[in-house]
């Protein structure tokens, strides 16, 4: 059975950081591309950021760039993503999707999605 599952969020005050962590279950991660998401209440969706199954391409939104770092674990079967210098606004639920490695890594087509983790920055 396929799943997805998002961990390490909470509360944490303006300038913390804190690490989400997304743990795959039936399938491996390191034949996927990998995406994290955000949706803020009373916004939309957004990527975040996304690495792909080679971990040779990694993208960052520019309001997330050069705070926040994606990496694998393949011996863990895990994707993180290291959230430092966190801001108010990166307030939101953070959800994790991923989709088969050919035809490319990119936001677009995620097939599998997480439930997510909620993430609080506030002082």
Request: hydrophobic share 30%; glycine share 14%.
């Amino acid at each position: 059975q396929v799943q997805i599952v998002e961990s390490g969020g909470g509360l944490v005050q303006p300038g913390g950081s804190l690490r989400l962590s997304c743990a795959a279950s039936g399938f491996s991660l390191n034949t996927y591309c990998v995406g994290w998401f955000r949706q803020a209440p009373g916004h939309k969706r957004e990527g975040v950021s996304y690495i792909s199954s080679s971990s040779d391409t990694r993208y960052y939104a520019d309001s997330v760039k050069g705070r926040f770092t994606i990496s694998r674990d393949n011996a863990k079967n895990t994707v993180a993503l290291q959230m430092n210098s966190l801001k108010p606004e990166d307030t939101a639920t953070y959800y994790c999707a991923v989709k088969p490695a050919p035809g490319g890594c990119s936001f677009n087509g995620m097939g599998y999605w997480g439930d997510g983790t909620l993430v609080t920055v506030s002082s």
